[in-house]
Structures are given as structure tokens and as C-alpha cells.
């Protein structure tokens, strides 16, 4: 075996996803040199396997529910998705799984991309081994940061590995739309591809082990999504875990899977989708050199720094941390991080290089930290959830005395202009009383993500109330329903 190149950056980004990608553009803009390093495809499970496939699938479904909810459009709809446009639109957004393009933009914007499997060997430095064997030593004058994101988990349930069960990556990247299909989990990912196999025309069966879909969320979005998935023809069963899973003889179609649940009953599938969650890459990562513990997620200061190893050289950012799990958050925690490492290794740091990045003592105008009071997140089911801030759980659990008020969207004009169809939504906002400023909103409705940007930026604001009476709504549309929560709320 040939002795390993040895290449020396400022910075070295283990992880080409959209997390480490802002981590890489944001740590060069002070002239930082900096590479990054990936086993897989620039750009990383999002573009390919999650957030951009995965709403390609949904898209059609939503346009004819849509279409069908407007009466003198209704008519038109003759029928249902067509699967084989639908996939290859989903192609053309994942490009076929090339990442050429996302390769240039590396390129352009000058960061190094070096291609191959990262583990850290001891402080500032990571091995790169390629598919042949050849070894690259990177070097890292001063931070490597860890953005290699998060995995799906197995249960450890008897036979289910025998059945070659799905992964979201499966499901996202599907050519055979099962005729049956199991979907264990009831979280974003269960719910949404138990939309689309729906839409694409599968009999979805949803196991979910706790009492009710998306359990994080406000129980009345639980509740709406969940009989949106009945509605569907989705058999929703709650409280339901599989306890052992078999190959079975499914006639003429190949062999199938029988599933042996809980309660004693068994279901009889053609394939199995497994959306029980994820955890940190961090497993065959070399993180024993540096004396932290393979497979546990990488604690973070809100600068991105791990606090457990000294030196100020290792950093982490996105799902690695146990602490994001959406690339809108992963992306913002980066560019914090990246932004950290610029300002205090970068050129004109000076004197700010030993200036603490969080806390009393940050530099404001250069954000170098991460303000977590509000984190945004949209489920594409049909109704689509939007939700920003506490729930109403939250909020009382830490302490706050609020006040709740829901409103439904039927109460304002630019529904009934858009059409309100099987259920027009709902919202509710989580109001701190003491101060009179949003802590939470959640939308429940046809295409409320649009809708959750304006929430965002009022908890993140802390907008009084008193305040964002002022800001008029257009009407008629459904952007009004912020006029009708003030006005529920005695404004």
C-alpha cells in the first residue's frame, strides 16, 4: 500500500450534505481555505433521499385534493395520480442521483471536495479512504467540524431484518409501488409516505406504538391528520408494535411478509417501510482517538464547539448533534458554526480570536450563536401540519401561564374563495399572558407552510400582540385568520 497524500486546510468539513455545505461556504467567506469530505452524493440526504424526493412524491395527491375542493375545477379531476409521471418527476428533482451540479457549485465558490469514507485519527487530522483503498491525510490548521447527519433506526424486532424491510431511502427512491405496505412509525416520515403510497395507489397499513400520529405535536393536528389518513383508505392502528416478522408465500407476486403484532393478530404485507426514528452518524468515525464514544451524538455549545474535547478544533452541526432534526435547522445551525470558525480563525479575526462566541460576551453582528427559541417544522400530510415554538404542553411545562386560542379557517374569506374541501384547518396560538407575545403556533390545513413564516417571525421576535394588530392581512385571504385569533384573544 502506498504511503497517504497529506493535504493541510484551515478547515475540514467531514460531510457533504446541505449541513456541511453551509458550514464550508460560511467558514471560507474570511478567506479560510477549506475542504469537505463525502463517501456518498454532495448534497446529501435531503436532495436525494428526504426533503426534495420525498415532497415530489406528495405534490400530485395535494394538486387534485386541491382541484377537487374547488367546485368548477372538481370536473375535471378523472382520476388519480399518475405513478409513472410522478416518478419520473421525482428523478428530474434528485437528478437522477447526480450530484454534478452540486459538485460545481463546491467548486465555484473555491472549497475543495475530497471523496471518500472520513475517521478522525487523533486532534486536527482525518484519514479519507476511497473505494480503492487510497488514503488522503487532510490536515486542519485550525477545526474540523463533524456534519455527517443521522441514520434511520432498526427495531430489534425477530426476523425484520430477514424481510429486507424499507428505509425512508427505499421508499423515496421506489421503482415498484408495493401493492400493500406496511409503515411502522407514526412521526413526519410515517405519516408522509403513508400519504403517498396512498396517493400512489398502495393498500398502507400505519403501526404506530404510542396513542396517536405526529405525538409531539398539538393533539388536535394528531387528530385532523389522522382522519385526512382514514380518509385515504390508510388503516391507522395506534398503540400497535410488531413483535416478529416472517416470510410468507404471497402467491403469484413473490414472497411476502406476515407481520405478528402485539395483540396477537398478524398482517400480511408485500413489503415493510421502517420510520422509527434516526440517530447520529457517528459509528466508524474514529471518535475513540480523540476520547469521545462512538454512536452518541456530539455535544455542542451554541457555537457549534464540542465542548468535551479541549482545543477549540472539533465542531459539529445538523442531526450529529442529537439536537436538529430538520435540514431548515441543520442548515441555520451550520451557518452559526460556520460563521463561529470564520470569525475567530479567519482573516481580520485579530484579537476577537480569543473572544467567547456564545453567551454575554458573543459579538452580536457576527451571530455566533444559535438562538433556539423558535424551530420551525412543516408535515406534508394531507392536512399539511405547519408549527413553530412551544405547544401548549411545552409552554406550561416550563413554567409559562399562557393562554390558548384556536380558530378555524373557516371563519375567514379567502377559505371559502379557495375551497375549503373535506376540512378547511385550523390554528392554534400558545400566548405567554405575562407578556403578550406568541411562544407557539401550529396550522393545521391545505398548504399552511406558506402560511408559518409570518409565526416564525413573530415568536422569534417576541412581537407583542398589542403590536402585530397592526399588521393588516390582506383579504380576502386566509392570511386573515391572524385577524381572528387577536380578535378570540380580546384584541
Not at 467558514?27 to 448534497?43: H, I, K, P, W
Not at 420525498?54 to 405513478?83: H, I, M
Not at 398589542?466 to 399588521?471: D, F, S, V
Request: charged share 25%; glycine share 14%; hydrophobic share 45%.
Amino acid at each position: 500500500m502506498t504511503d497517504p497524500v497529506e493535504r493541510t486546510y484551515d478547515v475540514v468539513v467531514v460531510g457533504a450534505g446541505a449541513v456541511g455545505e453551509n458550514v464550508a461556504d460560511r467558514a471560507g467567506r474570511t478567506g479560510l481555505s477549506v475542504a469537505v469530505v463525502e463517501q456518498q452524493l454532495v448534497g446529501g440526504e435531503c436532495s436525494y433521499w428526504a426533503c426534495m424526493p420525498s415532497k415530489a412524491l406528495l405534490r400530485p395527491g395535494a394538486a387534485l385534493a386541491d382541484a377537487r375542493a374547488v367546485p368548477g375545477a372538481a370536473g375535471a379531476v378523472t382520476g388519480g395520480v399518475d405513478v409513472a409521471a410522478t416518478l419520473a418527476t421525482r428523478d428530474e428533482i434528485v437528478h437522477g442521483w447526480d450530484d454534478a451540479s452540486q459538485v460545481a457549485w463546491l467548486d465555484g465558490a473555491g472549497i475543495a471536495l475530497v471523496r471518500g469514507r472520513a475517521r478522525l485519527d487523533g486532534p486536527r487530522r482525518v484519514v479519507v479512504s476511497d473505494d480503492d483503498g487510497a488514503r488522503t491525510v487532510l490536515v486542519a490548521r485550525h477545526a474540523v467540524v463533524v456534519a455527517t447527519g443521522s441514520a434511520p433506526t432498526v427495531p430489534d424486532v425477530p426476523g425484520l431484518a430477514e424481510v429486507d424491510p424499507w428505509t425512508s431511502r427505499d421508499a423515496t427512491a421506489v421503482r415498484d409501488v408495493p401493492g400493500r405496505l406496511a409503515v411502522v412509525g407514526g412521526g413526519v416520515v410515517g405519516t408522509e409516505m403513508a400519504t403517498a403510497f396512498a396517493d400512489l395507489g398502495s393498500r398502507v397499513t400505519l403501526l404506530v406504538r404510542g396513542g396517536r400520529v405526529l405525538g409531539g405535536l398539538e393533539p388536535f393536528a394528531s387528530e385532523q391528520v389522522a382522519a385526512g389518513l382514514a380518509r385515504l383508505g390508510v388503516d391507522v392502528r395506534t398503540r400497535t408494535r410488531v413483535v416478529r416478522a416472517t416470510r410468507v408465500d404471497a402467491g403469484g407476486d413473490g414472497p411476502g411478509v406476515r407481520l405478528l403484532l402485539d395483540d396477537g393478530g398478524t398482517l400480511d404485507v408485500d413489503r415493510v417501510l421502517l420510520a422509527t426514528g434516526r440517530r447520529p452518524r457517528t459509528v466508524d468515525l474514529g471518535l475513540e482517538s480523540v476520547g469521545l464514544a462512538p454512536g452518541a451524538p456530539l455535544e455542542v455549545d451554541e457555537a457549534g464547539r464540542v465542548a468535551a474535547v479541549e482545543g477549540d478544533w472539533l465542531w459539529a452541526a445538523g442531526d450529529v448533534t442529537g439536537r436538529t432534526n430538520t435540514t431548515h435547522q441543520g442548515k441555520y445551525d451550520a451557518r452559526v458554526t460556520g460563521d463561529a470558525i470564520a470569525a475567530r480563525f479567519g482573516a481580520g479575526a485579530g484579537d476577537r480570536a480569543g473572544a467567547p462566541t456564545t453567551g454575554a460576551g458573543a459579538d452580536d453582528p457576527l451571530r455566533a450563536w444559535a438562538d433556539r427559541a423558535a424551530q420551525p417544522q412543516v408535515v406534508f400530510t394531507r392536512p399539511e401540519v405547519a408549527a413553530v415554538g412551544l405547544t401548549e404542553a411545552a409552554a406550561r411545562a416550563a413554567g409559562h401561564r399562557v393562554r390558548v386560542v384556536d380558530v378555524s379557517f373557516s371563519s375567514v374569506g379567502g377559505t371559502t374563495v379557495r375551497g375549503a374541501g373535506d376540512d378547511p384547518g385550523a390554528v392554534r396560538i400558545v400566548v405567554d399572558e405575562e407578556r403578550e407575545v406568541l411562544l407557539g403556533a401550529t396550522f393545521v390545513g391545505p398548504e399552511v407552510a406558506e402560511m408559518l413564516h409570518a409565526a416564525t417571525i413573530a415568536v422569534v421576535g417576541e412581537v407583542p400582540l398589542r403590536r402585530l394588530w397592526h399588521a393588516v392581512p390582506a383579504y380576502p385571504t386566509r392570511s386573515e385568520i391572524w385577524l381572528r385569533l387577536l380578535e378570540a384573544y380580546g384584541l
